[in-house]
């Protein structure tokens, strides 16, 4: 197949979309597939500036947020080579799913994937702050893309479910999972990237990855390494990533005395070197939808103790030991984790459960077969209805057929 993979994160992002675009994109070339990668990188710089030009206009007008929205649409739009012609487009956003039914005029399918955590809007007004003319334009924005898409992937059922009863009335969906090669040999580390045991010497290592910020709350994990200090004095908390949060955050830890034990690591890109070389991973996210650190550790073999929230029950479903309730107590996560840094046994046998569902569910293998099946589907519902509007009288519509939502 010749397939178009669009997206608004662009390929510098440290997004964990980014690596599930650029994962898949691998997989389907190494299947003999063709696979052209358009984002807002992709447009000529002659474009772009026009098109920055109309964005400063608008937000004038209307706001910063709404000239962003809409001008991002008008980029992919541009972006896309519209002479091209694909068997199939898989946007990893609706509104780069948007743009390429514009750009290409319905002549191949589009497969949206939700990377989301919960409805866009809410995710924007709820990080972002935004009240007024802003919140209810991205409210009526993101329901008019979401209407408008026909086949629909959630890299959950969390998301599926949150997404259904805004996806167009005759829209097929359906689970597909973020995957990578649970069996990999590992690499050798790059230079940069630092040796957690080594630097830490002697003390067991907890790792959090992710972009410091409010949702990702690594404030709750400084909090629960302060009460996992007063059980357990020779422990290593490294959170890796950068952010708006990184002032408070060394604030946090300078109050409560926690410099020999929290440390801020930065941004680092090889996430599975980090987590092969420590001893347990934990995730605090107040809002998550299917997030790849957590697939990362099953697969670097680096048992995880994560917050019960969206679709990280679905990952963690084998070992709901690991899970903490989202409304926890700093002092019960500091107690799970020192639990598991106590015993090697635990650590083992958790990583294994976790390993195996890994296996099973999570694989890269798993994820491709998938996404190409839905991907055959999305090209036969296209033809059918394409046949439909064409020759009504020999194509009939049966009941159920294309027109009821599912899941495949």
Not at 130 to 159: K, Q
Request: with cysteine; aromatic share 6%.
């Amino acid at each position: 197949m010749n397939i178009l993979l669009t997206s608004l994160i662009v390929p510098s992002a440290p997004s964990g979309v980014r690596v599930h675009y650029e994962r898949l994109a691998s997989q389907l070339r190494t299947q003999g597939h063709t696979v052209t990668l358009v984002t807002q990188d992709s447009l000529r710089p002659v474009v772009r500036r026009v098109i920055g030009v109309f964005r400063r206009s608008l937000g004038v007008l209307f706001g910063k947020q709404i000239g962003i929205e809409l001008t991002q649409a008008a980029e992919i739009f541009f972006a896309i080579d519209r002479s091209a012609q694909y068997d199939v487009v898989n946007a990893q956003d609706p509104c780069s799913g948007w743009a390429a039914r514009l750009a290409l005029r319905d002549q191949a399918p589009v497969v949206v994937t939700g990377h989301f955590n919960d409805h866009p809007a809410e995710e924007l007004i709820h990080q972002q702050g935004f009240t007024g003319l802003t919140a209810r334009f991205l409210h009526h924005w993101y329901n008019f893309l979401l209407g408008r898409t026909r086949f629909f992937i959630g890299v959950s059922d969390y998301v599926r479910r949150r997404s259904e009863p805004w996806l167009a009335p005759d829209a097929r969906h359906t689970v597909v999972y973020n995957g990578l090669a649970m069996n990999q040999s590992p690499q050798a580390p790059a230079p940069t990237t630092p040796g957690l045991r080594q630097q830490f010497a002697g003390r067991p290592v907890i790792l959090n990855v992710g972009q410091l910020e409010a949702r990702k709350n690594q404030r709750y994990l400084v909090q629960a390494a302060a009460e996992l200090k007063r059980q357990q004095t020779d422990f290593a908390l490294v959170l890796v990533g950068q952010g708006e949060d990184e002032t408070l955050l060394r604030q946090m830890i300078a109050d409560a005395d926690l410099g020999k034990h929290v440390f801020l690591l930065g941004y680092h890109r090889d996430i599975m070197t980090l987590l092969r070389s420590a001893d347990l991973y934990v995730h605090a996210a107040l809002r998550e939808n299917c997030p790849l650190v957590l697939i990362e550790a099953m697969a670097a073999q680096c048992p995880a103790v994560a917050l019960a929230v969206g679709g990280i029950p679905e990952l963690l479903a084998d070992t709901p030991d690991a899970l903490v309730l989202p409304t926890a107590a700093p002092s019960v996560m500091a107690e799970r984790l020192q639990i598991l840094l106590s015993s090697a046994t635990k650590r083992q046998e958790l990583q294994q459960r976790q390993h195996n569902r890994g296996e099973k569910h999570f694989d890269a293998s798993v994820m491709l077969r998938d996404t190409l099946a839905f991907f055959d589907l999305a090209r036969r519902g296209a033809s059918a209805k394409s046949q439909a509007t064409t020759a009504p009288s020999l194509q009939p519509t049966y009941p159920g057929t294309l027109s009821t939502k599912e899941r495949v």
